[in-house]
């Protein structure tokens, strides 16, 4: 698996593009970690034609949230 963090403070929103699906095996794990986001978000979004539950990104709100994803095959991510 693959795990990302945001840092410890957050100033702005952010946004991070998670590896396009076929540069991954099926069952691979990434976990996305925001730190203080204040009262920002942290966007992740998806390359080229995967998607994550169906959607083209995913936001964490709150301070410090965090969000696991495995890729499913297919371009798609499920949140677990």
């Known amino acids: 698996g693959v795990t990302y963090f945001a840092s410890a403070s957050q100033g ?6 998670l590896p396009q699906g076929t540069t991954l095996n099926s069952g691979d794990v990434l976990v996305a970690k925001a730190g203080n986001t204040n009262s920002n978000y942290l966007r992740i979004t998806c390359s080229a034609a995967d998607t994550i539950d169906g959607e083209n990104y995913v936001d964490i709100n709150s301070p410090f949230g ?15």
């Open 66 to 80: 965090a969000v696991s994803m495995c890729y499913v095959g297919n371009n798609a991510f499920k949140i677990y």
């Open 12 to 17: 702005a929103n952010r946004t991070w593009t």
